[in-house]
T-cell receptor
Framework: GAGVSQSPSNKVTEKGKDVELRCDPI?????LYWYRQRLGQGLEFLIY????????KSGLPSDRFSAERTGESVSTLTIQRTQQEDSAVYLC???????????????FGPGTRLTVL | GENVEQHPSTLSVQEGDSAVIKCTYS??????FPWYKQELGKRPQLIID?????GEKKDQRIAVTLNKTAKHFSLHITETQPEDSAVYFC????????????????FGPGTSLSVIP
């Protein structure tokens, strides 16, 4: 079946502009995660959704970052007033049911490469 | 909170040799340990995982061992091939809120493996 998809694949923006990144999880997956990966670095957790709620948003680096999920499906990560240090690949992942054996594997999307000039 | 360390950060081996990557975690409640492989420009993909009720798991040339007492786990790749060249991430998942079944996954910083033909 279809995997996790993300759009756009690449986004170039000017400093100070707002951007929206989209994630379409695997159909039926209740959990959705956003991560940030700077060049040559590891995966930095941003936010976790269970259904349409975000019980863990502890990784959002500032109030310029926000995310929402609707219909227990698509999620949008919004970065306002972008800064150069926001440049990174933003990865989305989904899992069927977190915390349960056999259903908690996270499947990643291809990512959105954001470049802030 | 959970902290995952990973060593080495880079590893270079001759084709056919074995490669070992080691990770340690801090939260004794962690119960699920996945390993992801990320090829250059690609998404992370799960290659093997282990749960806290077993000490070792093997899948063809890949094996993972877990020492719960010492809170460390390792990835072993035997008979390495050039296509094994990638960044490998370990991760540890620990329960945050039993009422929501949310297990937070924390990733290590990654190991860049190069297999020299």
């Amino acid at each position: 079946g279809a995997g996790v998809s993300q759009s756009p694949s690449n986004k170039v923006t000017e400093k100070g502009k707002d951007v929206e990144l989209r994630c379409d999880p695997i159909s039926g997956h209740t959990a959705l995660y956003w991560y940030r990966q700077r060049l040559g670095q590891g995966l930095e957790f941003l936010i976790y959704f269970q259904g349409n709620s975000a019980p863990d948003k502890s990784g959002l680096p500032s109030d310029r970052f926000s995310a929402e999920r609707t219909g227990e499906s698509v999620s949008t990560l919004t970065i306002q007033r972008t800064q150069q240090e926001d440049s990174a690949v933003y990865l989305c992942a989904s899992s069927l049911v977190p915390g349960r054996v056999g259903t908690d594997t996270q499947y990643f999307g291809p990512g959105t490469r954001l470049t802030v000039l | 909170g959970e902290n995952v360390e990973q060593h080495p950060s880079t590893l270079s081996v001759q084709e056919g040799d074995s490669a070992v990557i080691k990770c340690t975690y801090s939260d004794s409640a962690s119960n699920y340990f996945p390993w992801y492989k990320q090829e250059l420009g690609k998404r992370p993909q799960l290659i093997i995982d282990i749960r806290s009720n077993v000490g070792e798991k093997k899948d063809q040339r890949i094996a993972v061992t877990l020492n719960k007492t010492a809170k460390h786990f390792s990835l072993h790749i035997t008979e390495t091939q050039p296509e094994d060249s990638a960044v490998y991430f370990c991760a540890a998942s620990s329960p945050i809120n039993p009422r929501t079944s949310y297990d937070k996954v924390i990733f290590g910083p990654g190991t860049s493996l190069s297999v020299i033909p």
